[in-house]
């Protein structure tokens, strides 16, 4: 069993690394290994916050993270995934599960027909600190409570608002994401919901498997990252909605007589 979650989260942590949604692998990998889902989702954060580190540290490598703008970033990215775990209990989760297919649709389509989307950076829409205060720590409570997207939620906030290319606005997200992963983190671990011994083991395969999608991301930029987005985002919408108790999917149900 270990040997295999293993090499789920290094098929994970790449998957990440380039364009996010290594979830849609390594939740359903251990929901099968017979963890309840708190566990799982608890245990996944080990893995999660591993692969986001390992891809975050390849592309501090080569100098793509401007810590100034960053650093701040980050923090708020983690105090929000820290209070995003905390009220698990207390977010309407139904909610969520019926929104998050639509906007990752949306996304998909974006990336899928925007036509001036590159590796150059464009005219900002919003402030960094604007940006820092109130994007970040959206998505980073987001990704505290529920997580499927928090990747290219990250990824179209560089992107639209800041205005920054798609490989600059990946290395970002990678520490936003990162940070995200570690405040939520820091909640199942004293909260006692974390399974050690599959945790690291997926752990290792991420940070590996991080480090493979990194360079994939930088040699390739916007020609690879892109299109998998486009792909992630439809993939994770679909996994979504394959739940036939997913309120979304019940409703176009309903309207259509299903």
């Given at each position: 069993?270990?040997?295999?979650?293993?090499?789920?989260?290094?098929?994970?942590?790449?998957?990440?690394?380039?364009?996010?949604?290594?979830?849609?692998?390594?939740?359903?990998?251990?929901?099968?290994?017979?963890?309840?889902?708190?566990?799982?989702?608890?245990?996944?954060?080990?893995?999660?916050?591993?692969?986001?580190?390992?891809?975050?540290?390849?592309?501090?490598?080569?100098?793509?993270?401007?810590?100034?703008?960053?650093?701040?970033?980050?923090?708020?990215?983690?105090?929000?995934?820290?209070?995003?775990?905390?009220?698990?209990?207390?977010?309407?989760?139904?909610?969520?599960?019926?929104?998050?297919?639509?906007?990752?649709?949306?996304?998909?389509?974006?990336?899928?027909?925007a036509r001036k989307l590159g590796d150059a950076?464009?005219?900002?829409?919003?402030?960094?600190?604007?940006?820092?205060?109130?994007?970040?720590?959206?998505?980073?409570?987001?990704d505290g409570v529920f997580g499927p997207g928090?990747?290219?939620?990250?990824?179209?906030?560089?992107?639209?608002?800041?205005?920054?290319?798609?490989?600059?606005?990946?290395?970002?997200?990678?520490?936003?994401?990162?940070?995200?992963?570690?405040?939520?983190?820091?909640?199942?671990?004293?909260?006692?919901?974390?399974?050690?011994?599959?945790?690291?083991?997926?752990?290792?395969?991420?940070?590996?498997?991080?480090?493979?999608?990194?360079?994939?991301?930088?040699?390739?930029?916007?020609?690879?990252?892109?299109?998998?987005?486009?792909?992630?985002?439809?993939?994770?919408?679909?996994?979504?909605?394959?739940?036939?108790?997913?309120?979304?999917?019940?409703?176009?149900?309903?309207?259509?007589?299903?």
């Open positions: 069993m270990l040997a295999m979650l293993f090499a789920v989260a290094l098929a994970a942590g790449c998957i990440d690394a380039i364009a996010g949604g290594g979830g849609l692998l390594t939740v359903p990998a251990l929901l099968l290994a017979g963890f309840d889902p708190v566990t799982a989702l608890a245990t996944n954060k080990v893995q999660g916050a591993a692969g986001a580190l390992s891809s975050t540290s390849a592309f501090a490598r080569r100098g793509l993270i401007d810590w100034r703008a960053g650093a701040p970033m980050a923090l708020a990215a983690a105090v929000a995934g820290l209070a995003g775990a905390a009220s698990v209990s207390h977010v309407p989760r139904e909610a969520l599960s019926f929104a998050v297919p639509i906007v990752l649709i949306g996304i998909a389509l974006y990336f899928a027909f950076d464009a005219r900002a829409r919003l402030g960094i600190g604007a940006f820092t205060l109130a994007f970040v720590p959206v998505i980073g409570f987001y928090a990747g290219s939620f990250y990824m179209i906030g560089f992107i639209t608002l800041l205005g920054w290319g798609v490989v600059r606005a990946t290395a970002h997200t990678k520490l936003a994401n990162c940070a995200s992963n570690l405040g939520a983190l820091s909640f199942f671990i004293a909260s006692g919901g974390v399974v050690w011994s599959v945790g690291l083991t997926m752990a290792a395969g991420a940070f590996l498997g991080a480090q493979i999608g990194s360079r994939l991301a930088m040699k390739h930029g916007a020609r690879l990252i892109r299109p998998l987005l486009v792909v992630i985002c439809c993939a994770m919408a679909a996994k979504l909605l394959s739940d036939p108790a997913n309120p979304l999917r019940v409703a176009v149900e309903h309207l259509f007589g299903g």
